[in-house]
């Protein structure tokens, strides 16, 4: 049987996302329309709504809904842009991506997600995202540069890469910290080269594993 998850879904965006504070109405609008119960395993899919993250398998996990908003608002989507990810995971952050970008590369390094997320996004004929197997900790460089990057691990430094293949005027959020606790950062890339940095909250995240993060 079939389960309609529009209520729960509609209660999730409304307390946890704009209760505290999220007012992008294209990230609202966005996440009322991606159904997160298809990201979790079909045991899991009552609690695809709560106010938490979830585990997704190889221990890693789906992120908690507000952290996704936060995360995606930050970025300042308006439609147009080419939008890095780091992290593919359960493909949920992706399909939020997808829906606010015009164009989505998400890499990920386990390729078992791989597969899942091609499906979930075929399935909800988003067809406007890259995917790639891959080290994320290096970016995507022949790709480059990026209006925006998001980076769903957290790394003890932020990689020299990412702001190498961030265009100006583009956006990279992501959590720098130890493997215990970390910050959520913006970075915006100035026209003179330099950056602007920005802490938005505290945050825990799973580690990002390769050649510039643990």
């Keep these: 049987m079939m389960m309609d998850y529009t209520i729960s879904r509609r209660r999730m965006v409304d307390q946890q996302i704009v209760e505290r504070g999220i007012s992008d109405p294209r990230v609202i609008d966005a996440m009322l329309s991606v159904p997160r119960h298809l990201f979790v395993e079909t045991g899991l899919q009552g609690h695809a709504y709560s106010d938490s993250s979830l585990p997704i398998g190889e221990k890693q996990t789906i992120s908690q809904p507000y952290t996704v908003a936060v995360m995606t608002e930050a970025l300042g989507l308006q439609g147009t842009e080419r939008v890095l990810e ?20 998400s890499i990920e390094r386990i390729g078992v997600f791989i597969g899942r997320a091609r499906k979930v996004l075929d399935q909800l004929r988003l067809s406007n995202v890259n995917l790639k197997i891959a080290d994320g900790t290096i970016g995507w460089q022949d790709q480059a540069p990026f209006s925006a990057i998001l980076v769903a691990a957290g790394s003890p430094d932020i990689p020299t890469e990412y702001l190498d293949q961030l265009e100006i ?18 970075i915006v890339r100035q026209s003179d080269g330099s950056f602007k940095r920005e802490q938005l909250m505290n945050c825990k995240f799973v580690p990002l594993i390769g050649q510039r993060g643990w």
């Excluded at 952050?93 to 997808?98: D, F, G, S, W």
């Excluded at 583009?170 to 910290?177: A, N, Y």
């Design 86 to 105: 780091i992290g593919t995971g359960s493909a949920y952050q992706t399909a939020i991506l997808a829906k606010l970008a015009k164009r989505v590369y």
């Design 169 to 186: 005027g583009g956006v990279l959020v992501m959590p720098v910290g130890d493997e215990e606790q970390q910050t959520l950062l913006r």
